[in-house]
């Protein structure tokens, strides 16, 4: 079993849908960070929370320390949001990031 | 300023030879990561510097891979003998430490080994 899951793997939506991307891990951590990646182009950072929950823009991050898991959601979604989502934690400060295995986004007009 | 670069960006390489990647940090910034990313697959942890200091290097796949930041700057990732199994997007994150946990990501150096 993977340290970092994440679902769904795959993920279609219509442009305007509500979306949500969940990650759940097995030990505790020091941080979790949600990662955008385009197709071809780097990873940027999204989200590093450790504790509640954060917003930016149309960007939602929530975390659940005793349960575990966090989710990313994307409110009126566009289709510029199509993209690889992933979920990746650390465990001490400044730490090696352990990554999920992403969920790849499409958003359709 | 300047974001994390990588140099080259793609490199074809055939099996047996060696290769280097290199990576410049965001200046000022202390710490350093190296991941493997597999096609359709999240990125791996490599190695890790903080500094020049390599503190934890438990990612690399096998004695072919080598990394060193001597003068706690740029970076290079060294890989010899490669092997098919290599091909991947290596990719180096750099970030501020102690305070500072958020990593910066570089566009990645794409290997295909042939």
Redesign the interface.
């Known amino acids: 079993k993977n340290e970092?899951e994440q679902s769904p793997q795959n993920l279609t939506a219509q442009e305007g849908e509500f979306i949500t991307i969940n990650c759940s891990y097995s030990v505790g951590i020091?941080?979790l960070?949600w990662?955008q990646q385009h197709p071809g182009?780097?990873?940027?950072?999204l989200f590093?929370l450790s504790s509640g929950k954060k917003k930016h823009g149309r960007l939602i991050a929530t975390i659940n320390i005793q349960e575990k898991h966090s989710s990313l959601h994307i409110t009126a979604s566009h289709p510029r949001d199509s993209a690889v989502y992933?979920c990746?934690v650390?465990y001490n400060?400044?730490?090696?990031?352990?990554?999920?295995?992403?969920t790849e986004l499409s958003v359709k007009p | 300023g300047a974001g994390v670069s990588q140099s080259p960006r793609y490199k074809v390489a055939k099996r047996g030879q060696d290769v280097a990647l290199r990576c410049d940090p965001i200046s000022g910034h202390?710490?350093l990561?190296w991941?493997q990313q597999a096609l359709g697959?999240?990125?791996?942890?490599l190695t890790?510097f903080?500094n020049e200091a390599q503190l934890?290097k438990s990612?690399l796949p096998s004695d072919r891979f080598f990394a060193e930041r001597p003068e706690g700057s740029v970076s290079t990732l060294k890989i010899q003998r490669t092997q098919q199994e290599d091909s991947a997007v290596y990719?180096c994150?750099s970030?501020l430490?102690?305070t500072?946990?958020?990593?910066?990501?570089?566009?990645?150096t794409r290997l295909t080994v042939t």
Not at chain 1, 93 to 102: A, D, E, R, S, Y
């Open positions: 970092v020091s941080a960070h990662l182009g780097g990873i940027v950072s590093m992933i990746a650390s400060q400044g730490g090696k990031l352990i990554f999920g295995q992403g | 202390v710490s990561f991941y697959q999240g990125p791996e942890f890790y903080q934890d990612g990719l994150a970030s430490e102690e500072y946990y958020e990593q910066y990501f570089g566009p990645g």
